[in-house]
């Protein structure tokens, strides 16, 4: 069902349940007979068909290849980084199969097997079945508790996907929630990963299957996160117009369900920033104002908060309380950020990223000297940080501390050259 194009000709193809000729051996999906006969003829399904049937079908096939593709890349671009480790699970090398890491630990802690991962997380989501929010272990490190990143997330989503297709439950309705679950996930990081088209053919294929299935009535909680989905992926590809009714859809559902709900405030907070690209500004305003009385610790809500004023900024129309608001937002969010993942974390990262980029385009924004300057020597602060990381990165190679156990950035000691320069020296008790 994510395999929504003929597998011969790439046309679109109605996506769950609706009826496209399928190979009868291996289910590999076509838009008519005469792509199906070609494909056998010339496009080699002659020669991949029985693998394909072995490997669980089409759909599960696909998620195996992809799974592939995406464990090849993480383990070569992690090479570097796992050398001379050892899995924290089995506690093998990578003699067999390589080794990685894609989330928040560092010197030897969080490094594994991709098989390791994924074995783990099949076990600890058959206690999760039918619980909102769970599945998170195919996510996210089970070491330091953050998101995956980077072909790392998406080998293991792929993973989780298949696992859904191929495992057997008792019940058809698990099997179902560990399907949907899949789909959510995939299309999650997917969108992440800036694999946005992919990430909405997987998000409507999910909306079908719901629709398909008796999960989701209409207009469910369900059926509006996914059309959400759908929004942000539409937004981050500057389809604005394409966004605009199916976010006033959300919206409109979420207000009748919860208008002080966390979800109704982020939801909210997407429609405003829809509205500020298409240049209806005021209108945007007035929402925010509606639905942003009170600060919120949902880091959700904050992070489509800031990409409210960003929009507002790049769209040359932000005003200087607006500005104000916005820095002091992401300030906070960069404190909270480091106090729960320490100052090297990727929610970390992202927050201190998102702060910089956002004071690098407000340079000459704010009216009064005394903001101008604030702004100017916290930008200059992040960027000496990204300075410093690279240094210290430099500096642990150079003595050989790349498997040192403690990195934490903040206790390195940035000290004068004397030549005018900064040179940055480990912690004490890593000398
Ligand atoms: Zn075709
Ligand atoms: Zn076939
Ligand atoms: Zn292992
Ligand atoms: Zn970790």
Same mark, same amino acid.
């Given at each position: 069902?994510?395999?929504?194009?003929?597998?011969?000709?790439?046309?679109?193809?109605?996506? !769950?349940?609706?009826?496209?000729?399928?190979?009868?051996?291996?289910?590999?999906?076509?838009?008519?007979?005469?792509?199906?006969?070609?494909?056998?003829?010339?496009?080699?399904?002659?020669?991949?068909?029985?693998?394909?049937?072995?490997?669980?079908?089409?759909?599960?096939?696909?998620?195996?290849?992809? /799974?592939?593709?995406?464990?090849? =890349?993480?383990?070569?671009?992690?090479?570097?980084?796992?050398?001379?480790?050892?899995?924290?699970?089995?506690? +093998?090398?990578? @003699?067999?199969?390589?080794?990685?890491?894609?989330?928040?630990?560092?010197?030897?802690?969080?490094?594994?097997?991709?098989?390791?991962?994924?074995?783990?997380?099949?076990?600890?989501?058959?206690?999760? #079945?039918?619980?909102?929010?769970?599945? @998170?272990?195919?996510?996210?490190?089970?070491?330091?508790?953050?998101?995956? =990143?980077?072909?790392?997330?998406?080998?293991?989503?792929?993973?989780?996907?298949?696992? $859904?297709?191929?495992?057997?439950?008792?019940?058809? !309705?698990?099997?179902?929630?560990?399907?949907?679950?899949?789909?959510?996930?995939?299309?999650?990081?997917?969108?992440?990963?800036?694999?946005?088209?992919?990430?909405?053919?997987?998000?409507?294929?999910?909306?079908?299957?719901?629709?398909?299935?008796?999960?989701?009535?209409?207009?469910?909680?369900? @059926?509006?996160? $996914?059309?959400?989905?759908?929004?942000?992926?539409?937004?981050?590809? =500057?389809? !604005?117009?394409? +966004?605009?009714?199916?976010?006033?859809?959300?919206?409109?559902?979420?207000?009748?369900?919860?208008?002080?709900?966390? #979800?109704?405030?982020?939801? $909210?907070?997407?429609?405003?920033?829809?509205?500020?690209?298409?240049?209806?500004?005021?209108?945007?305003?007035?929402? !925010?104002?509606?639905?942003?009385?009170?600060?919120?610790?949902?880091?959700?809500?904050?992070?489509?908060?800031?990409? /409210?004023?960003?929009?507002?900024?790049?769209?040359?129309?932000?005003?200087?309380? =607006?500005?104000?608001?916005?820095?002091?937002?992401?300030?906070?969010?960069?404190?909270?950020?480091?106090?729960?993942?320490?100052?090297?974390?990727?929610?970390?990262?992202?927050?201190?990223?998102?702060?910089?980029?956002?004071?690098?385009?407000?340079?000459?924004?704010?009216?009064?000297?005394?903001?101008?300057?604030?702004?100017?020597?916290?930008?200059? @602060?992040?960027?000496?940080?990204?300075?410093?990381?690279?240094?210290?990165?430099?500096?642990?190679?150079?003595?050989?501390?790349?498997?040192?156990?403690?990195?934490?950035?903040?206790?390195?000691?940035?000290?004068?050259?004397?030549?005018?320069?900064?040179?940055?020296?480990?912690?004490?008790?890593?000398?």
């Amino acid at each position: 069902m994510l395999l929504t194009t003929c597998a011969c000709c790439a046309a679109p193809l109605p996506t !769950y349940g609706a009826g496209a000729k399928k190979c009868s051996r291996c289910s590999t999906r076509y838009c008519g007979q005469a792509c199906q006969q070609q494909h056998w003829k010339e496009g080699g399904h002659d020669k991949l068909c029985k693998k394909i049937k072995r490997g669980g079908g089409a759909e599960a096939y696909h998620a195996e290849e992809k /799974y592939k593709e995406a464990a090849a =890349e993480a383990v070569s671009a992690c090479a570097h980084e796992t050398k001379d480790q050892t899995c924290y699970m089995c506690t +093998a090398g990578a @003699e067999k199969e390589g080794l990685v890491r894609g989330c928040g630990c560092r010197g030897d802690s969080g490094i594994a097997h991709l098989s390791c991962l994924v074995q783990q997380a099949k076990i600890l989501q058959e206690n999760d #079945v039918g619980v909102q929010g769970t599945h @998170e272990w195919w996510r996210k490190c089970k070491v330091c508790g953050q998101w995956f =990143e980077g072909a790392v997330a998406r080998a293991l989503t792929w993973a989780c996907w298949k696992h $859904a297709l191929v495992a057997s439950y008792p019940e058809k !309705y698990e099997q179902n929630i560990h399907q949907i679950m899949g789909m959510h996930l995939l299309s999650c990081t997917l969108r992440n990963e800036g694999c946005h088209s992919e990430s909405i053919a997987v998000t409507r294929a999910k909306l079908d299957f719901l629709q398909g299935s008796s999960h989701a009535a209409p207009g469910s909680s369900f @059926e509006i996160e $996914a059309k959400e989905h759908i929004v942000l992926n539409l937004y981050d590809l =500057e389809r !604005y117009e394409e +966004a605009l009714p199916l976010i006033r859809e959300c919206y409109a559902a979420e207000l009748a369900r919860d208008a002080d709900s966390d #979800v109704s405030r982020r939801t $909210a907070l997407v429609y405003c920033r829809t509205l500020v690209r298409l240049k209806r500004v005021n209108q945007a305003r007035v929402l !925010y104002r509606k639905h942003i009385t009170r600060q919120t610790d949902d880091i959700d809500v904050e992070r489509a908060q800031v990409d /409210y004023f960003a929009a507002l900024l790049s769209e040359g129309v932000i005003s200087q309380p =607006e500005l104000r608001e916005a820095k002091r937002i992401m300030e906070e969010r960069c404190k909270r950020a480091r106090q729960a993942h320490g100052s090297d974390g990727p929610e970390t990262r992202e927050a201190k990223r998102g702060l910089a980029a956002f004071l690098r385009d407000a340079k000459g924004a704010f009216d009064s000297p005394a903001d101008a300057e604030s702004a100017l020597s916290l930008l200059a @602060e992040l960027d000496s940080a990204v300075d410093a990381d690279r240094h210290i990165r430099q500096g642990m190679s150079v003595l050989n501390l790349d498997g040192a156990p403690v990195l934490n950035l903040d206790d390195w000691r940035a000290v004068p050259d004397g030549e005018g320069g900064t040179i940055y020296l480990p912690p004490k008790s890593n000398i």
